[in-house]
């Protein structure tokens, strides 16, 4: 079974920046993708960044493109989400996901804030 394990959010101001990291247990070969999700309030969870494993390829969401940065430790199965310039419309619970052979993984969610 895989436990997907969040840390890092957190209440800030609009501009600042957060890092969230994300580690996978319980497997000990390579995830297809990990990445993250978010919910924010009143909205259905909607796709942030991947990183597929094979080819380390990233994918990003439209309203985070050259705000935020997902990264990996291939060793360790984490990845990190690195997102500045931070904008109260970023305010959600932040997912973690990962797919292994076809099934797909969820962490318990990190809250992050932003403030005007």
């Known amino acids: 079974q895989v436990q997907l394990v969040e840390s890092g959010g957190g209440s800030v101001q609009a501009g600042d920046s957060l890092r969230l990291s994300c580690t996978a247990r319980?497997?000990?070969?390579?995830?297809?993708?990990m990445g993250w999700f978010r919910q924010g309030p009143g909205i259905e969870r909607e796709f942030v960044a991947a990183?597929?494993?094979?080819?380390?390829?990233?994918h990003y969401a439209d309203s985070v493109k050259g705000r935020f940065a997902i990264s990996r430790e291939h060793a360790k199965n984490s990845v990190y989400l690195q997102m500045n310039s931070l904008t109260p419309e970023d305010t959600a619970v932040y997912y973690c996901?990962?797919?292994?052979?076809?099934?797909?993984?969820w962490g318990q969610g990190t809250q992050v804030t932003v403030s005007s």
């Open positions: 996901n990962a797919v292994w052979l076809g099934r797909e993984y």
């Open positions: 990183h597929k494993w094979s080819d380390a390829s990233t």
């Open positions: 319980g497997r000990s070969n390579s995830p297809y993708t």
